[in-house]
């Protein structure tokens, strides 16, 4: 009876599920030690209510953006540190050693490195900047749903969570950042590991889709007067393209991880052999997710690079009609090619023949953005700051990471590179340089815009220098070791094989880049330091021509001041060359106006950590507990759509005077 | 100015220096290891080589003009050279239908090979008639590889034995999660699913020992599920089967195919003869009926 009863309260949490290997047990204490710091100092300098009030309760996007980069940055050197210890067990499973650690663990890590990097780096890093960037770029005050947004947030915070809780509480997914059944399923996956990677997703991805719709909205809905659709910023086309997949996709995943969760509790049979399930069917849904997944990451990417290359090149962005038609046409044809993950699961030649096709013409839209940005460049006058550098890396490392990608849409060759670290060097090649160089780059540029100040552009310069030469000495050997024959995910292999050197210098370049992190890390602590000798005084450091850039640094909480109007595609690079007028520009008949502003509130913060609770238990079978927080998050919705009589704030008109433009284009008093 | 200059002088030099010796150093080692995939012994690792070096030449024409305009322009352009300047310059149909037409075309000529080879490539497909035919049942197992020879009679485990110039029908199944069987050297990798049936065909041109391996995973024994081919004459083949046949003391049956099947991290080469010529169907039959091994990963 009793028995009984703590069953249904505990679930399977017992006693035993503390970590049992040294490494997991050193990762998970450092993790509990550093936190520990953090909320000692937060303690000492007696910030804990300014944290609660400006921060965790916040609903404005650029904080809410800051704090999905905050966690992004932890997640990479996490993300990272799991590369390293990757690294440095191929380097010495070798022969008669079996490495550094056992070869259980090691499946973890690169499950884990996977599933973080994914989730917790490319995506967060990607929410970020939209949150920083988009509200801005179409002159808005805000986004379509603030507290949803906010609980978007504390949602993947706490899909964060929820994987790193599984270093100390149990154990993660040994299954591969993908989990395929049979895997994946209980009978070769016991225990909580691979529950851990379905809650971790599924609670995360929720705030993903959530976010997707509420993008979506605000570029269709909030774009100031003037601002037709033809004249977005190509980063804006870019993340509404983006986002309409992130709402078409991300369902998809919410259901396939749900299935998969019933085969592991209830015992369903929907990807078991045994019971009438076929696994195939868990293959197909997860990459009718995957597959947009990638260019849900990559097109936000080629946004970025579309305003860094036209600001530095002081010109135009060349062919934007096509720009947009290549971003519409990628969008649409990212749902048409996922079965090329598995040409070698048996398919027909011309199922494998189709979609091989339809992976090329995807290659198209691609190539004209990249010749259409090299035209960009063509008759500029190019300023080498350090965004460019990342660019001109991106195009480097894209345009021969899609040349390997072209190779694998060849069923034929598929057949022979399919799973070799072939496969992983060219998606680390496009995810590295057309989303993490990307998001660099994009960081670099927006940041003065939303700190006040500038990074050191020397330090900057060396840690790209890092990234980019550590990448190629990184990477390079595994397209050889791919040619080798050798499979993705070993732990150990034979001395006579000749490999090592390879796995050696694949290690010396992930040393190169983590120390191009520690620059990275190290430059941001210096540049805050001396802030003040760097302020960025004219709110356009970069000669900007965006609407942004026509914003003070930092940007004041209520972003504009007055409801910008614009006239063009490039509004503030127009207005600086006297044909047009200021887009910021206070007069008789455009004067300030009251603002209204959504008031902080903890609802979305409830809602995250609701969620955290919400997949924590389910993955202990505590399902009772899971239930009640699952409960308690719809009450807490439905309480907040029912009174919004007390939910925002006004800035009288009064106290802006001053804060936008006179027609002089000076300050006005 | 010239201090300048200086710097990037020894900069240049060094670069240089650096990578000249990297060429070196990686001539010398690709030159003492084997590269399997691009030293292909069979017929149809031949033509994936063939198509490899094919799709790797056509898109060199991207690669290098891309290349080209890229650097060209950014030195060309940079602040502070003597490169035209024209802020205003924003489209050009003419210029953007020439690269939307040239990557559409060589995307054409690729998808055109790309439906001829993935005919040609198809695993599926004989590469000989009937007569010249070797069929082998591959099962995968935790953590290792079972291959019966129906006709022969035969089974072993973790090494796979085949005569050169026959086609050699593979008909692959798992009796535990997912594993794919790659010999890069023969034949591109076809997954080996449970409860399923899938095919691939390989014709060896010559004799010699190639690395076989597991190319997805499934557990912790999954790196070392690497199993030798020797490709040999026929008549060496022929006798070698029929001498196994003879010395094979196990029966492979249900019952001692489920022993085999129980969870293991090993290399041991065994022999069996195989009374029952419907084994393969039964293990797939059995894994349909959620009979498979029950077992635990560690
Ligand atoms: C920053 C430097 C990085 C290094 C050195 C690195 C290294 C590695 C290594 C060694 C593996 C395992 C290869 C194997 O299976 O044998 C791996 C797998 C993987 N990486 Fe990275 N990685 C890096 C960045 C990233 C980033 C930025 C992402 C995505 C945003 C990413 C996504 C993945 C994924 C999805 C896998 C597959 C995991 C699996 O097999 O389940 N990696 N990486
Ligand atoms: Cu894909």
Same mark, same amino acid.
């Given at each position: 009876m009793h028995l009984l009863i703590a069953n249904i309260l505990l679930g399977r949490f017992s006693t035993h599920v503390l970590p049992s290997d040294p490494m997991t047990t050193i990762a998970f204490i450092s993790m509990i030690a550093i936190l520990l710091i953090a909320a000692g100092i937060v303690t000492r300098l007696k910030r804990w209510n300014w944290l609660w009030k400006e921060w965790i309760t916040t609903v404005d996007p650029k904080r809410i953006g800051v704090m999905y980069l905050i966690v992004s940055m932890l997640m990479l050197i996490r993300g990272g540190s799991d590369a390293i210890l990757i690294r440095a067990q191929q380097l010495t499973g070798v022969g008669a050693s079996s490495g550094i650690m056992p070869t259980a663990t090691f499946q973890q890590i690169f499950s884990a490195h996977g599933t973080i990097m994914i989730f917790f780096v490319a995506m967060g890093f990607l929410f970020g900047i939209v949150n920083l960037v988009v509200p801005m770029q179409i002159g808005a005050r805000d986004v379509a749903f603030p507290v949803m947004n906010a609980a978007s947030f504390w949602l993947f915070f706490a899909g964060m969570a929820i994987a790193n809780t599984s270093l100390g509480i149990g154990f993660f997914s040994a299954a591969g950042w993908l989990s395929y059944p049979p895997l994946s399923e209980l009978r070769f996956s016991p225990g909580v590991g691979v529950d851990y990677w379905i809650w971790s997703l599924q609670i995360a991805g929720i705030g993903s889709m959530l976010s997707g719709i509420n993008f979506v909205v605000t570029i269709l809905r909030m774009r100031c007067p003037g601002m037709k659709l033809m004249r977005m910023p190509m980063f804006v086309w870019s993340v509404l393209c983006s986002m309409t997949l992130v709402m078409f996709a991300f369902p998809i995943l919410t259901v396939t991880l749900a299935l998969l969760f019933l085969d592991r509790s209830l015992g369903t049979h929907f990807f078991t052999i045994g019971g009438g399930g076929n696994m195939m069917m868990y293959v197909n849904l997860i990459w009718a997710w995957g597959h947009p997944e990638v260019y849900i990451l990559v097109m936000p990417g080629f946004g970025i690079f579309s305003e860094v290359v036209a600001t530095f090149s002081r010109k135009p962005l060349f062919g934007y009609t096509s720009m947009v038609a290549a971003l519409g046409a990628i969008t649409i044809l990212a749902y048409t090619v996922w079965v090329h993950h598995f040409f070698t699961m048996g398919a027909g030649t011309d199922v494998n023949a189709v979609f091989g096709i339809a992976t090329m013409i995807i290659s198209i839209p691609t190539g004209v953005k990249i010749f259409n940005w090299l035209a960009t460049m063509y008759r500029g006058r190019i300023h080498f700051a350090s965004p460019m550098y990342f660019f001109m890396g991106f195009v480097v490392l894209f345009t021969l990471g899609g040349v390997t990608g072209v190779i694998l849409a060849v069923p034929g060759l598929d057949y022979q590179?399919?799973?070799?670290?072939?496969?992983?060097?060219?998606? @680390?090649?496009?995810?590295?340089?057309?989303?993490?160089? *990307?998001?660099? *780059? %994009?960081?670099?540029?927006?940041?003065?815009?939303?700190? %006040?100040?500038?990074?050191?552009?020397?330090?900057?310069?060396?840690?790209?220098?890092?990234?980019? +030469?550590?990448?190629?000495?990184?990477?390079?050997p595994l397209y050889v070791l791919g040619f080798m024959g050798v499979t993705r995910r070993m732990s150990h292999y034979a001395a006579s094989t000749g490999w090592q050197p390879l796995f050696a210098v694949a290690a010396a370049g992930t040393a190169i880049i983590a120390v191009g992190v520690a620059i990275q890390v190290g430059l941001f602590v210096g540049s805050v330091r001396t802030r003040h000798a760097r302020r960025d005084l004219t709110g356009d450091p970069?000669? %900007?021509?965006?609407?942004?850039? $026509?914003?003070?640094? /930092? +940007? /004041?909480?209520?972003?504009?001041?007055?409801?910008?109007?614009? @006239?063009?595609?490039?509004?503030?690079?127009? $207005?600086?060359? %006297?044909r047009e007028p200021d887009p910021l520009q206070v007069t008789a008949t455009h004067p300030y106006d009251d603002i209204m502003l959504p008031m902080n509130t903890p609802t979305g913060f409830f809602i995250g950590m609701g969620g955290f609770l919400v997949g924590f238990s389910m993955v202990w079978h505590m399902y009772w507990l899971g239930a009640l927080a699952a409960i308690l998050c719809i009450v807490m919705l439905v309480h907040r759509t029912s009174s919004t009589d007390d939910s925002e704030y006004v800035i009288p008109k009064e106290l802006l005077t001053g804060t936008g433009r006179s027609a002089k284009g000076g300050v006005a008093a | 100015m010239g201090h300048k200059r200086g710097i990037l002088g020894v900069r240049i030099v060094s670069i240089a220096v650096l990578s000249l010796g990297g060429v070196y150093l990686s001539y010398r080692y690709l030159s003492s290891v084997s590269i399997p995939v691009l030293e292909p012994k069979g017929r149809v690792a031949l033509e994936q080589y063939h198509l490899l070096l094919f799709a790797v030449i056509l898109s060199l024409f991207v690669v290098i003009p891309v290349f080209a305009m890229l650097f060209g322009f950014a030195l060309r352009y940079r602040e502070g050279s003597h490169g035209r300047y024209e802020p205003r310059q924003a489209s050009s149909t003419r210029v953007e239908l020439v690269w939307w037409g040239i990557p559409a075309l060589l995307i054409l000529v690729l998808s055109i090979v790309t439906w001829t080879s993935t005919n040609a490539l198809d695993p599926y497909r004989p590469l000989a008639p009937a007569s010249h035919t070797v069929t082998v049942d591959a099962v995968s197992l935790d953590w290792q590889w079972l291959f019966i020879y129906p006709a022969e009679h035969i089974a072993l485990t973790n090494r796979l034995v085949i005569p050169a110039h026959e086609n050699i029908s593979l008909h692959i199944t798992s009796d535990g999660p997912m594993n794919g069987l790659w010999i890069p050297q023969l034949a591109g990798q076809i997954m080996a699913m449970p409860g399923m049936e899938t095919q691939l065909n390989i014709l060896a041109n010559s004799n010699g020992t190639f690395e076989g391996l597991s190319s997805n995973i499934s557990g912790v024994g999954f790196s070392s599920m690497t199993f030798p081919t020797h490709v040999v004459s026929q008549s060496e083949f022929r006798s070698w089967a029929a001498s196994t046949r003879n010395r094979a003391r196990t029966p492979l049956t249900m019952p001692s195919f489920t022993e085999l099947a129980k969870p293991r991290i090993d290399h041991a080469v065994q022999y069996y003869s195989v009374p029952e010529s419907k084994l393969f169907q039964q293990i797939i039959m059995n894994v349909m009926k959620g009979e498979g091994v029950p077992r635990v990963t560690a």
């Amino acid at each position: 009876m009793h028995l009984l009863i703590a069953n249904i309260l505990l679930g399977r949490f017992s006693t035993h599920v503390l970590p049992s290997d040294p490494m997991t047990t050193i990762a998970f204490i450092s993790m509990i030690a550093i936190l520990l710091i953090a909320a000692g100092i937060v303690t000492r300098l007696k910030r804990w209510n300014w944290l609660w009030k400006e921060w965790i309760t916040t609903v404005d996007p650029k904080r809410i953006g800051v704090m999905y980069l905050i966690v992004s940055m932890l997640m990479l050197i996490r993300g990272g540190s799991d590369a390293i210890l990757i690294r440095a067990q191929q380097l010495t499973g070798v022969g008669a050693s079996s490495g550094i650690m056992p070869t259980a663990t090691f499946q973890q890590i690169f499950s884990a490195h996977g599933t973080i990097m994914i989730f917790f780096v490319a995506m967060g890093f990607l929410f970020g900047i939209v949150n920083l960037v988009v509200p801005m770029q179409i002159g808005a005050r805000d986004v379509a749903f603030p507290v949803m947004n906010a609980a978007s947030f504390w949602l993947f915070f706490a899909g964060m969570a929820i994987a790193n809780t599984s270093l100390g509480i149990g154990f993660f997914s040994a299954a591969g950042w993908l989990s395929y059944p049979p895997l994946s399923e209980l009978r070769f996956s016991p225990g909580v590991g691979v529950d851990y990677w379905i809650w971790s997703l599924q609670i995360a991805g929720i705030g993903s889709m959530l976010s997707g719709i509420n993008f979506v909205v605000t570029i269709l809905r909030m774009r100031c007067p003037g601002m037709k659709l033809m004249r977005m910023p190509m980063f804006v086309w870019s993340v509404l393209c983006s986002m309409t997949l992130v709402m078409f996709a991300f369902p998809i995943l919410t259901v396939t991880l749900a299935l998969l969760f019933l085969d592991r509790s209830l015992g369903t049979h929907f990807f078991t052999i045994g019971g009438g399930g076929n696994m195939m069917m868990y293959v197909n849904l997860i990459w009718a997710w995957g597959h947009p997944e990638v260019y849900i990451l990559v097109m936000p990417g080629f946004g970025i690079f579309s305003e860094v290359v036209a600001t530095f090149s002081r010109k135009p962005l060349f062919g934007y009609t096509s720009m947009v038609a290549a971003l519409g046409a990628i969008t649409i044809l990212a749902y048409t090619v996922w079965v090329h993950h598995f040409f070698t699961m048996g398919a027909g030649t011309d199922v494998n023949a189709v979609f091989g096709i339809a992976t090329m013409i995807i290659s198209i839209p691609t190539g004209v953005k990249i010749f259409n940005w090299l035209a960009t460049m063509y008759r500029g006058r190019i300023h080498f700051a350090s965004p460019m550098y990342f660019f001109m890396g991106f195009v480097v490392l894209f345009t021969l990471g899609g040349v390997t990608g072209v190779i694998l849409a060849v069923p034929g060759l598929d057949y022979q590179l399919h799973n070799s670290l072939f496969l992983v060097a060219h998606f @680390h090649t496009m995810i590295v340089s057309g989303v993490l160089f *990307a998001d660099f *780059a %994009g960081l670099i540029y927006w940041f003065p815009k939303i700190f %006040g100040f500038t990074l050191s552009e020397k330090w900057l310069k060396r840690s790209f220098w890092c990234w980019f +030469v550590g990448f190629i000495l990184a990477f390079a050997p595994l397209y050889v070791l791919g040619f080798m024959g050798v499979t993705r995910r070993m732990s150990h292999y034979a001395a006579s094989t000749g490999w090592q050197p390879l796995f050696a210098v694949a290690a010396a370049g992930t040393a190169i880049i983590a120390v191009g992190v520690a620059i990275q890390v190290g430059l941001f602590v210096g540049s805050v330091r001396t802030r003040h000798a760097r302020r960025d005084l004219t709110g356009d450091p970069w000669n %900007g021509r965006t609407l942004e850039w $026509a914003l003070p640094s /930092p +940007v /004041p909480a209520y972003t504009f001041a007055i409801t910008p109007v614009v @006239h063009s595609r490039d509004p503030f690079w127009e $207005a600086k060359e %006297g044909r047009e007028p200021d887009p910021l520009q206070v007069t008789a008949t455009h004067p300030y106006d009251d603002i209204m502003l959504p008031m902080n509130t903890p609802t979305g913060f409830f809602i995250g950590m609701g969620g955290f609770l919400v997949g924590f238990s389910m993955v202990w079978h505590m399902y009772w507990l899971g239930a009640l927080a699952a409960i308690l998050c719809i009450v807490m919705l439905v309480h907040r759509t029912s009174s919004t009589d007390d939910s925002e704030y006004v800035i009288p008109k009064e106290l802006l005077t001053g804060t936008g433009r006179s027609a002089k284009g000076g300050v006005a008093a | 100015m010239g201090h300048k200059r200086g710097i990037l002088g020894v900069r240049i030099v060094s670069i240089a220096v650096l990578s000249l010796g990297g060429v070196y150093l990686s001539y010398r080692y690709l030159s003492s290891v084997s590269i399997p995939v691009l030293e292909p012994k069979g017929r149809v690792a031949l033509e994936q080589y063939h198509l490899l070096l094919f799709a790797v030449i056509l898109s060199l024409f991207v690669v290098i003009p891309v290349f080209a305009m890229l650097f060209g322009f950014a030195l060309r352009y940079r602040e502070g050279s003597h490169g035209r300047y024209e802020p205003r310059q924003a489209s050009s149909t003419r210029v953007e239908l020439v690269w939307w037409g040239i990557p559409a075309l060589l995307i054409l000529v690729l998808s055109i090979v790309t439906w001829t080879s993935t005919n040609a490539l198809d695993p599926y497909r004989p590469l000989a008639p009937a007569s010249h035919t070797v069929t082998v049942d591959a099962v995968s197992l935790d953590w290792q590889w079972l291959f019966i020879y129906p006709a022969e009679h035969i089974a072993l485990t973790n090494r796979l034995v085949i005569p050169a110039h026959e086609n050699i029908s593979l008909h692959i199944t798992s009796d535990g999660p997912m594993n794919g069987l790659w010999i890069p050297q023969l034949a591109g990798q076809i997954m080996a699913m449970p409860g399923m049936e899938t095919q691939l065909n390989i014709l060896a041109n010559s004799n010699g020992t190639f690395e076989g391996l597991s190319s997805n995973i499934s557990g912790v024994g999954f790196s070392s599920m690497t199993f030798p081919t020797h490709v040999v004459s026929q008549s060496e083949f022929r006798s070698w089967a029929a001498s196994t046949r003879n010395r094979a003391r196990t029966p492979l049956t249900m019952p001692s195919f489920t022993e085999l099947a129980k969870p293991r991290i090993d290399h041991a080469v065994q022999y069996y003869s195989v009374p029952e010529s419907k084994l393969f169907q039964q293990i797939i039959m059995n894994v349909m009926k959620g009979e498979g091994v029950p077992r635990v990963t560690a």
